[in-house]
Each structure stands twice: as structure tokens, then as C-alpha cells.
């Protein structure tokens, strides 16, 4: 059979079948996108083969022209290794970007797109988020650069850039966004999608096509963007509808209309109901000479049927015997050709194999650059198997001069990768990876290096894999793919051994600290000390600092704060040491912050202030707003209100002017909570609901969780209880959602003061007892003792008789314990009136002179503690439960999130 006929039967296609239904959902979904204006997400979910993407082709093809004619473009997450590659794909298509195209000259063109589509000159921070993305290196901006040290902070900018882009864009005219083979991305991409899918708008479809995989991994994801999302679970074609579409295949094959019904039937048995096993059926016939071209310069494909042939043909009875009949087909030549292409992925390039081909020959005496019979060799080969179904050409290449193919069949690819010898296999690695390392742009792109570092590693090299690895981990945490900046960095480590120590180090501090963004603390503290191990033989100070710095944010972060100031303090004197100032001042402030958890707000302010003084000096304005920001909580605290207003109202107007959205929610925030203090509750609630709607603007859903705790403790305090609690339940609801231990645990205590306000004592205790457990899970111990107080507050409000007021007491002296074992006396002082006041109005004890001398004796203890910390009466416990739980826990979450500097590293 010759290609042009191989190729015609190929390209026959049945008409869509039986889908009717599912293609109604997708229809109704685009009608809604264009005549409201409002997104709509399809998921269309199945088995390989199932008619996934036929569907959708269905729904493109209708709508190319006429009154509901709409942009499509796609992207598609199979064979990535780069965390947000679906999301790089889905940009080239939109800017019309080709693989292998002039850095520059792609540049320009997404400049000029991204500045028509905003309607803005000013787009520097666009291209920059867009450019991570795209793997296109574009200009920092003043923001930009402040935010290089904060990955976190930087992530969620890019993920409200990214999806203003797609608004903005999709403003100018609607358009339809394919996704596909997504049960293949990277959690990095599906963090993106699932905010982009939660809070985009405008018209916008999109289609999210995966197997089943991606249900059983996100057990929720069709509730993502809650009414705008239909689920389609596409199932097996019906018996009757697979025989249709066999028959429609098989239309060629008819003789007066009618198709031979042993070749239907035969065809069903095998497929089951997958349309895609049923047109391998068609290619298995053609192999097998059970039908045969006619005509090969007829129009239309005409087939004549041997139906000796397929009662003789061993026909499959199984997928692998299907994909063992389609090898079977190949020769020798060319099956050496697909294991070398098996070897670099379902993705090859031609400029590989020339390198395998040459790998053991000598150079000719005169190399004739014209005269490559090896190469024409290998074009006509790939050429004959395309034509046959096997391998497909792309439009483009990711590497100038050389043409790029990927495996038709995943299936076929895997079971060549299997029957290659290990040795065989070894050596194609080898070279394979050779040829990457020269590739341009390799060692620029996170999917590339990666690459190069699995081909090194299977080659045998287990260090330039394991640099390689590293090198794909700084990449993906540029582009804040944390979860797989972490993968990399370990397996980097992991074949580094003992060699490369400065390349470790820097290792192991960018994998702390993206260990700590995932919330993994324990292993960020293994991997900071593993860190400090390496500069204490290496005798260098700086690196030394940034470890214990590290390791001192870190045990504050948990509560540990004598271990805490340890390691800030030796950190300190290691930056002194090396005169790194940047260094010095990040200290200093996390020292300052130290203090203030302590309730030490004189030397907490000294520290701060010095931090500040620094941080001017070297020009810092975000690390000068940061200052700002932490001044004003310890000045809040001490009951300062005047100054603490001034400092957060500088710290504003800097975020402000610098566009950092993420420190605007933290100020704002703090705003709210000052004219909470000062009883203003109008005011704070203003703030507050500013602070909320930046974070949903930038879809920091953390941020969101902690403005609603806080709004809902606003509300309690200022007697709006039921709404107090539907606030509080909205937190829990999406604190529960993240994962966020601390911050679910935190909603719960104020769910648990809005229930006792309310008189509800048994939602009160559940929600606090829930709270407790998390709060000791997390080692949180402020948090802890802060919880602990109010479930004994709780608890003695039940008057439920002595054997509560026994568990009320044990509560409160939990409480006192862990806060004098942790130093913290501001919270001593806290939990000492609110047991002094227990002691001396609980019934049960009011004749119990022990009771009423310990409470005399902790009266004057927290008198003391308050006395010498310098705070006023109004900032002490004035005896009533929401003061005495309020003034801790709050603030302490607060510093957590308001960042750092990123300083020391």
C-alpha cells in the first residue's frame, strides 16, 4: 500500500455519535458566554479513547464562522515536565508564538498584543508574570524587584495578572479556552486553573478535558466555580451507537450500502464502546489485508473486503494485542528508529536521532555539509510513519534545525520503551542528553532541564543530573511553582551526595524556604540545618546567618520562641561577622518581632526601629514598608493607637505607590484591627472589607480566610452575632478547603466566642474543643494556650456542675503553663485575670479560701506583668471574654502573613 493510500484510509472519520446530549451541554454553555457575557466551565471527563476531544472539535468546527463564531485557543499538559507548561502552551497559541521562534522577535509580538488588548503603555509587570509563563524573560519593574525575594507574594500577583489578562482580552471579543490531558498537570498548573476557574469573568469558555484521574486526584473540582462548572462524564458508546459509527468508518467497505456485518460485529466485540479502539480496528484490517485499496487516485476511498482474510487473521482480543499487531508491522529499520524515539519521550526531534546514528562512527575525512544521506535517511522513515498512523509532525519546533514529532499512541511509545535493551537504552540516554545540553535555551527553561537531567540521569551521570535537577528547581521557584521547585531540588540533592557543596547550600536554603511556603516546617527546618552543616565546614558566615535566620522564622512561626531567639541571635552576630548589612537589618527586625510575641514592646520597638533606620539607608522601599507595618502591631499592642495609625498609614501609602497588593491586604487588615481596638467598629469593618476585596482581587484565598476571621470577630464584638457567624463558618469553610491547620483552628475559636455570646454553649464547645486539637497538632503553643483559656471560659459559662468547674480550672492551668514555659508573660498576664475572675466568681468555689487566695496572688502577678510591660488598663483583660482572648492570637497571625524581606539568603 502506498503512503497516499495509507494515508487517505487514515484520515477517514465517523461522524460524531451519540453524543448528543453531552455536545447540547457544551452548546447551552457557549450560548450562555455569548449572549450574558458571563464565564462558563465545562469538564469533560473520560477513559483514553472515549471522544474527549472529538466532542469538543465538534463544538470548535460548528462555531468557526457565523453569528456564534469565538476565539478558541488551547493548551494541553501531556509530556510536561514544567509546572505551568499547559499554561505556556495555552499563551503561544493566543500570542501566535511558533516553537523555536527569535526570543526578540516573540517578545516584541507579545508586547504589542498585550499593550492593545490592556490599552496601556505601561504592561512592564504584565509581561513579566506572562513572560514566567511563556518562558520569556521580560524587564522586572519596580514591583517586580521588590517582590523577587518573596515568591509567595509574587505567585498570587501573577495569578490576578494572568487572569485580568484573560478578561481584558476576552472584553475585545469572547473566546473559548481548550485545556486538555489535564489529569497530567502539575498540582503548580492546577493551583493557577482552579483560582482562574473560581474568580474569572466575562465571556470566557472554558473547557477543561481529562481522564477519570482528575476526579479521583481533586475529588471536589466540579464544585470549582460552583454553578458556572458542568461535569460531563462521556462513557462508552452504546451498542447500537458503536455499530453506527463502525459502519460509518467502514463506509468505504459498503457494497450496495451495506457494510459486511462480520467486520462490524467483529470490530465492536473488540472496542467495547471506545470510538478510538474502533478506528484501530479499521488501520488492524488495512495491516491484516482484510480490506484493500482499490483505487488509490480515486476521489473518495474505495475498499474491497477478503473475508478469508479475517476469518484467518489472528485479530486482537485485547489493547496489547492491538498495539502488538501495529509493531509487529514495522521493520526493522524502522522499529530501531521509534525505540530511539520511545527513549526521548512521546516528544522527539530529528536532530537526536542524526546524534544516536553518529555516536559510534568516525568523522569523514572532509566533512561535506551538504551530503547527510544519514539524515535523509532518517526524514524518509519518519515521513512513511506518519503516513501510517504511528507518529505525528508538528507545525513547529522547540529546537532551530530540527523538526519535531510526537507518538500518535502513548500505548505504542511504552511498549517500545519496554522491548529496548537496557544497555541499548542506556546509550541512547547518553547521547540524547549530549545533544540537549547543546541545545539553545535548554538551560533557560524549566521543562528543558528537566529533561536534560532525567536523560543524564538514565545515561548513568548521576552529578550532572543531579546539577541539572537543581537547575530546573531555581527555574520552577522563579516561576513560584513551588510544589515542583521542591521535587527537583530533593532529587537534585539526593544524586549530588557529598560533592558540589555550594551548590548544595543554595540548594538546600531556596528548598527551606519553599518548604515553608507549602507548609512542610519540619522538613524546611532538616533542610535549613543540613544547610547550616555545610557553611559551618565551609567557614562561611553569610550562609551561616541565612540558616539560622531561617531556622529562627521558623520555630517563631510554630510558637518555639526560645529556640527562636537562639538561632535569630546567632544568626545576627554571623551577619555582623561578614558585614552584610541587608543581612543585619532583616535580623534585627525578626528580633524586634520576637520581642513583641513576648509582649516585650520596649525592646521590640528599639529592634524595630533600628531595622527600619537600616532599611532606609540601603532604599528599600517594600522592606521599608514592611518596617512600617510591623512597628505599627507592636505600637497597636502597647496602646499607642496615634503612632501605630501613623506608621500602618506610611506603610499604606508605600504599598500603595509600589502596587503591592499583597501588602496592602496585610495593612489594611491591621488597619481594621486598630479601629476594632479602639471600638470603632464602623471604621473597622470599612477596612476590613477593603482588605477582603483586594485579596479576592488577587485571589489570595489565605488572606481571605484571615480578613474573614477577623471581620467576624469585628462583628461579635460589636453585636452582630448571626452575622458574626455565618462569616466565621465562611473562614472555617475555606480555611478547611486549603488545608490551613492554623487558620482553621483560629476561625474556630472566634466561632466558638460567637456561640458563647449567643448562649449556644454546646456549638461553642465543639467549635473551641476542634480548635484545641488543632492548635496542639500544628505546635502552635501561644495559639494553644490562647485556646485553651477560652475553653475554659466555655466551660465554666455551662454551670454544668463540679465536675466542669474541675475541667475549667485544669483548662486555665494548662494555659498558664504553657505561656510561662514559653515566656510569652503578655499572655501570662491575659490567662491570669481571666482565672483570678473564675476562681473568685464560680459558685462552687466562692467559699474555698485557697481558690480566692490563688486568685489574689495571680491578680497581682498579672498587675505586675502589665505594670512592667507598660501596658494600659485599656490593652489589659478588662474581665470580659472577648478582651482577654482577642489580644494574642490575632495580631500573631497577622505578623505571619505580613512577609518578610526575604533577606540573608
Known amino acids: 500500500m502506498t503512503h497516499a493510500e495509507t494515508a487517505k484510509r487514515v484520515d477517514s472519520r465517523a461522524p460524531l455519535i451519540g453524543r448528543a446530549e453531552e455536545l447540547g451541554v457544551l452548546e447551552r454553555a457557549l450560548d450562555v458566554v455569548l449572549e450574558k457575557g458571563q464565564s462558563q466551565i465545562v469538564s469533560v471527563v473520560g ?5 474527549k476531544t472529538r466532542l469538543v472539535q465538534e463544538l470548535v468546527g460548528r462555531h468557526k464562522i457565523g453569528p456564534k463564531a469565538i476565539r478558541v485557543y488551547r493548551g494541553s499538559a501531556r509530556d510536561l515536565a514544567a509546572a505551568y507548561g499547559v499554561f505556556g502552551r495555552l499563551l503561544r497559541a493566543r500570542f501566535g508564538l511558533l516553537e523555536g521562534m527569535d526570543k526578540e522577535a516573540a517578545k516584541t509580538k507579545v508586547r504589542e498584543e498585550v499593550t492593545r488588548v490592556t490599552g496601556d503603555r505601561k504592561v512592564g509587570d504584565v509581561l513579566y508574570f506572562l513572560g514566567q509563563l511563556l518562558g520569556l524573560p521580560f524587564d522586572e519593574s519596580p514591583l517586580t524587584r521588590a517582590l523577587r525575594d518573596e515568591p509567595a507574594q509574587a505567585e498570587l500577583l501573577r495569578r490576578a495578572v494572568f487572569k485580568a489578562f484573560l478578561e481584558s482580552d476576552a472584553a475585545t471579543k469572547p473566546m473559548c479556552i481548550v485545556l486538555e490531558d489535564l489529569h497530567h498537570a502539575h498540582e503548580d498548573s492546577l493551583s493557577l486553573l482552579r483560582y482562574v476557574l473560581e474568580y474569572v469573568t466575562g465571556p470566557i469558555l472554558i473547557v477543561c478535558v481529562a481522564r477519570e484521574e482528575l476526579l479521583a486526584r481533586d475529588e471536589d473540582w466540579s464544585m470549582v466555580g460552583e454553578k458556572r462548572h458542568t461535569l460531563i462524564e462521556l462513557g462508552a458508546l452504546s451498542e447500537a451507537d458503536s455499530a453506527k459509527m463502525m459502519e460509518a468508518l467502514l463506509a468505504p467497505a459498503a457494497e450496495n450500502g451495506v457494510v459486511p456485518k462480520e467486520l462490524v460485529d467483529s470490530a465492536c466485540t473488540f472496542a467495547s464502546g471506545n470510538p ?116 505525528l509532525k508538528l507545525p513547529d519546533s522547540t529546537f532551530a534545525g530540527s523538526e519535531e514529532y510526537v507518538f500518535k499512541h502513548n500505548k505504542e511509545r511504552e511498549a517500545l520503551a519496554k522491548r529496548t535493551a537496557a544497555g541499548a537504552l542506556r546509550r541512547h540516554h547518553q547521547v540524547i542528553a549530549e545533544w540537549l545540553d547543546h541545545q539553545r535555551g535548554v538551560h533557560e527553561n524549566e521543562e528543558h532541564a528537566a529533561m536534560l537531567a532525567e536523560h543524564r540521569e538514565k545515561g548513568g551521570n548521576a552529578i550532572g543530573a543531579g546539577l541539572a535537577f537543581l537547575e530546573a528547581g531555581d527555574l520552577a521557584r522563579k516561576r513560584y511553582a513551588n510544589a515542583r521547585a521542591s521535587e527537583y531540588y530533593e532529587r537534585g540533592l539526593t544524586l549530588l551526595g557529598e560533592s558540589h557543596a555550594l551548590r548544595r547550600i543554595d540548594a538546600l536554603h531556596n528548598l527551606g524556604d519553599v518548604l515553608v511556603l507549602m507548609g512542610r516546617v519540619d522538613d524546611a527546618l532538616a533542610s535549613f540545618r543540613e544547610m547550616l552543616t555545610l557553611a559551618y565546614r565551609l567557614d562561611l558566615k553569610p550562609k551561616g546567618g541565612a540558616a539560622h535566620n531561617r531556622i529562627g522564622r521558623a520555630y517563631r512561626d510554630v510558637g518555639a520562641l526560645d529556640e527562636a531567639s537562639n538561632h535569630l541571635a546567632t544568626g545576627l552576630s554571623l551577619f555582623k561577622a561578614a558585614e552584610d548589612e541587608r543581612g543585619i537589618a532583616s535580623s534585627i527586625d525578626d528580633i524586634g518581632k520576637l520581642h513583641w510575641l513576648k509582649g516585650e514592646y520596649d525592646e521590640a520597638l528599639n529592634f524595630m526601629r533600628d531595622a527600619l533606620a537600616r532599611r532606609r539607608a540601603l532604599a528599600d522601599r517594600r522592606s521599608i514598608a514592611l518596617s512600617f507595618n510591623n512597628l505599627g502591631l507592636v505600637l497597636q499592642d502597647s496602646g499607642e493607637f496615634k503612632q501605630a495609625l501613623d506608621a500602618f498609614e506610611q506603610a499604606l501609602t508605600i504599598r500603595r505607590e509600589i502596587g503591592d497588593l499583597v501588602g496592602l491586604v496585610t495593612t489594611l487588615n491591621n ?4 479601629a476594632e481596638d479602639q471600638r470603632d467598629f464602623g471604621r473597622a469593618v470599612a477596612f476590613l472589607t477593603e482588605a477582603l476585596e483586594v485579596a479576592e482581587q488577587i485571589g489570595d484565598r489565605n488572606r481571605i480566610a484571615l480578613v474573614l476571621t477577623n471581620l467576624g470577630e469585628v462583628q461579635y464584638r460589636s453585636g452582630a452575632l448571626d452575622s458574626a457567624v455565618g462569616t466565621l463558618e465562611r473562614a472555617e469553610s475555606l480555611c478547611d478547603e486549603l488545608g490551613d491547620k492554623l487558620g482553621l483552628a483560629e476561625a474556630l475559636r472566634g466561632l466558638g466566642k460567637a456561640h458563647l455570646l449567643r448562649g449556644d454553649l454546646v456549638k461553642a464547645r465543639d467549635a473551641i474543643g476542634r480548635a484545641v486539637d488543632l492548635f496542639a497538632s500544628v505546635r502552635s503553643k501561644v495559639h494553644l494556650g490562647a485556646a485553651l483559656r477560652t475553653l475554659g471560659e466555655i466551660t465554666a459559662a455551662g454551670g454544668w456542675g463540679s465536675a466542669h468547674t474541675k475541667s475549667a480550672r485544669e483548662y486555665f492551668a494548662r494555659s498558664v503553663a504553657i505561656f510561662e514555659q514559653t515566656g510569652n508573660d503578655v499572655e501570662l498576664g491575659r490567662t491570669f485575670k481571666v482565672f483570678a475572675r473564675f476562681l473568685t466568681t464560680e459558685p462552687e468555689l466562692a467559699t474555698d479560701p485557697n481558690a480566692r487566695r490563688d486568685a489574689e496572688q495571680m491578680d497581682a502577678r498579672a498587675d505586675a506583668i502589665f505594670a512592667r510591660l507598660k501596658i494600659s488598663a485599656s490593652r489589659s483583660p478588662s474581665f470580659t471574654s472577648e478582651v482577654a482572648v482577642q489580644g494574642m492570637v490575632r495580631p500573631a497571625l497577622n505578623s505571619m502573613i505580613g512577609g518578610s524581606d526575604g533577606s540573608g539568603g
Open 47 to 51: 477513559p483514553a479513547g472515549v471522544g
Open 276 to 391: 478510538l479502539y474502533l478506528e484501530q480496528m479499521v488501520r488492524i484490517y488495512h495491516d491484516s489485508g482484510v480490506l484493500k485499496e482499490e483505487d488509490s487516485l480515486s476521489e473518495e476511498p474505495t475498499w474491497t473486503v477478503d473475508l478469508d482474510k479475517l476469518h484467518a487473521a489472528r485479530l486482537p482480543l485485547t489493547i496489547e494485542d492491538a498495539v502488538n499487531a501495529r509493531l509487529a508491522a514495522l521493520d526493522a529499520e524502522e522499529k530501531s528508529l521509534l525505540e530511539q524515539a520511545a527513549a526521548m519521550g512521546s516528544v522527539f526531534w530529528t536532530g537526536a536521532f542524526v546524534a544516536i546514528c553518529r555516536a559510534q562512527k568516525e568523522a569523514p575525512d572532509l566533512w561535506n555539509p551538504n551530503a547527510a544521506d544519514d539524515e535523509e535517511n532518517v526524514h524518509a522513515i519518519l515521513e512513511d510513519l506518519v503516513d501510517r498512523d504511528y507518529v
Open 671 to 674: 488597619l481594621g484591627t486598630i
